[in-house]
């Protein structure tokens, strides 16, 4: 079983450098690139079904932020009572795909929590994808190696979605709630038809394992737009009281993100294919968290996080008429770190999919606590939160 919840976004914040590397990126910053190893889904992901259908119609443009949260207040799933992170994407037919982490339960289902889990809405329309063995949707690696996603990409290839699902390998070993080992990263690609349920093609480790804490997280954001699959990544330098993490941008065709060789990188001035060059378009001071969302909103780019890392105590709005800026940042709403106080507000992300009345963008803030029995008393506490952006 993952470790704990409550204690999974102090992990993020003491544990440098949770590597995310795609597939033009793979291999160490130290050393060559290596070949992507792909894993067949398990007999368990096989059989994946939705626990409802949910209509593939567009989302309603009079959505409140009230409403969202009343929606989340009232979600009763065996499988899915709280989760962190929340990406999403948007279906060609409507839907919305959310990809939430560590995944607390309903009491007296075994495990209690899970490292993953996918939820299918349409407005008020919930409905979760199950496996087999009712575990996680993305199979852990073995018994002390799972799979935690950070980012999600649509890319609408001929009949049917391409859902990739980007996670981070994390192995827990035997040393206290701390004891983690970021390994590398895989990308869970799923197949969705119009109207049909996401199936499980592959997860592709893109990266051998590496403990090295300083290298560039690639995948911690991801957009697809105007035919570019655009990932973006987040790096910890290391440096006494530097928090915050700096920014990276690379892209692929969407028609060829597999091809390595069709990858460009950003260095400052143009975007080329070598890897090695490619510059930071945020410094980490006044950068940052491990993850956040990147999007096209409008012609232009918006980027949501805490700026100096989910430590500090505000969400920003960083916005740029590139996909490597200028950015400009906006200080925007408080969401208390709560690394005083055990109650925990990090990971700010937006959905830019789901129209609001007010015409605002949409972010989700998780939450939890430090206090690993109370959430499993009470997993509302760890439901992400809805808000507004107003700039």
């Given at each position: 079983m993952p470790g704990p919840v409550s204690e999974r976004p102090l992990l993020r914040a003491a544990v440098a450098g949770l590597v995310l590397v795609l597939a033009a990126c793979s291999g160490s910053e130290s050393s060559g690139p290596a070949e992507p190893s792909t894993a067949s889904p398990s007999s368990a992901a096989a059989g994946l079904r939705l626990t409802?259908?949910?209509?593939?119609?567009?989302?309603?443009?009079?959505?409140?932020?009230?409403?969202?949260?009343?929606?989340?207040?009232?979600?009763?799933?065996?499988?899915?009572?709280?989760?962190?992170?929340?990406?999403?994407?948007q279906l060609s037919d409507g839907r919305l795909v959310w990809a939430f982490g560590d995944t607390v339960r309903r009491s007296g289902v075994s495990p209690p929590v899970v490292a993953n889990s996918l939820l299918v809405t349409t407005g008020p329309c919930v409905a979760?994808?199950?496996?087999?063995?009712?575990g996680p949707v993305i199979p852990d690696v073995d018994t002390t190696t799972v799979r935690w996603p950070m980012s999600v990409a649509v890319a609408r290839t001929g009949g049917h979605d391409t859902l990739m699902v980007m996670c981070s390998r994390i192995r827990r070993g035997s040393g206290g709630s701390f004891d983690f080992t970021f390994l590398g990263t895989s990308v869970a690609v799923f197949t969705v038809k119009p109207g049909g349920v996401p199936k499980l093609d592959k997860v592709v480790d893109l990266t051998p394992d590496s403990p090295d804490p300083q290298q560039v997280n690639w995948g911690a954001a991801s957009d697809v737009h105007d035919g570019w699959l655009y990932v973006y990544g987040t790096r910890l330098t290391g440096e006494p009281l530097d928090f915050g993490r700096e920014l990276y941008v690379a892209r692929a065709p969407v028609a060829d993100h597999r091809d390595r060789s069709r990858w460009q990188f950003w260095d400052g001035g143009t975007w080329q294919p070598d890897r090695k060059r490619a510059v930071a378009v945020l410094p980490s001071r006044g950068g940052v968290s491990q993850v956040l969302s990147v999007d096209n909103v409008d012609g232009s780019f918006a980027a949501v996080s805490k700026r100096d890392g989910d430590v500090n105590d505000y969400v920003y709005l960083w916005t740029a008429p590139h996909a490597w800026g200028p950015w400009a940042p906006t200080k925007e709403l408080k969401a208390p770190g709560g690394f005083d106080t055990g109650q925990l507000e990090y990971a700010p992300v937006a959905h830019p999919e789901v129209p609001l009345a007010s015409g605002h963008l949409l972010i989700s803030i998780s939450r939890n606590t430090t206090d690993l029995q109370r959430l499993l008393e009470d997993p509302e506490i760890g439901r992400p939160r809805f808000a507004e952006l107003t700039s």
């Amino acid at each position: 079983m993952p470790g704990p919840v409550s204690e999974r976004p102090l992990l993020r914040a003491a544990v440098a450098g949770l590597v995310l590397v795609l597939a033009a990126c793979s291999g160490s910053e130290s050393s060559g690139p290596a070949e992507p190893s792909t894993a067949s889904p398990s007999s368990a992901a096989a059989g994946l079904r939705l626990t409802r259908d949910c209509p593939t119609v567009a989302p309603s443009k009079e959505i409140t932020v009230d409403r969202l949260n009343d929606l989340v207040d009232s979600v009763d799933l065996d499988y899915w009572q709280a989760g962190d992170i929340g990406a999403s994407g948007q279906l060609s037919d409507g839907r919305l795909v959310w990809a939430f982490g560590d995944t607390v339960r309903r009491s007296g289902v075994s495990p209690p929590v899970v490292a993953n889990s996918l939820l299918v809405t349409t407005g008020p329309c919930v409905a979760q994808l199950i496996g087999a063995d009712h575990g996680p949707v993305i199979p852990d690696v073995d018994t002390t190696t799972v799979r935690w996603p950070m980012s999600v990409a649509v890319a609408r290839t001929g009949g049917h979605d391409t859902l990739m699902v980007m996670c981070s390998r994390i192995r827990r070993g035997s040393g206290g709630s701390f004891d983690f080992t970021f390994l590398g990263t895989s990308v869970a690609v799923f197949t969705v038809k119009p109207g049909g349920v996401p199936k499980l093609d592959k997860v592709v480790d893109l990266t051998p394992d590496s403990p090295d804490p300083q290298q560039v997280n690639w995948g911690a954001a991801s957009d697809v737009h105007d035919g570019w699959l655009y990932v973006y990544g987040t790096r910890l330098t290391g440096e006494p009281l530097d928090f915050g993490r700096e920014l990276y941008v690379a892209r692929a065709p969407v028609a060829d993100h597999r091809d390595r060789s069709r990858w460009q990188f950003w260095d400052g001035g143009t975007w080329q294919p070598d890897r090695k060059r490619a510059v930071a378009v945020l410094p980490s001071r006044g950068g940052v968290s491990q993850v956040l969302s990147v999007d096209n909103v409008d012609g232009s780019f918006a980027a949501v996080s805490k700026r100096d890392g989910d430590v500090n105590d505000y969400v920003y709005l960083w916005t740029a008429p590139h996909a490597w800026g200028p950015w400009a940042p906006t200080k925007e709403l408080k969401a208390p770190g709560g690394f005083d106080t055990g109650q925990l507000e990090y990971a700010p992300v937006a959905h830019p999919e789901v129209p609001l009345a007010s015409g605002h963008l949409l972010i989700s803030i998780s939450r939890n606590t430090t206090d690993l029995q109370r959430l499993l008393e009470d997993p509302e506490i760890g439901r992400p939160r809805f808000a507004e952006l107003t700039s």
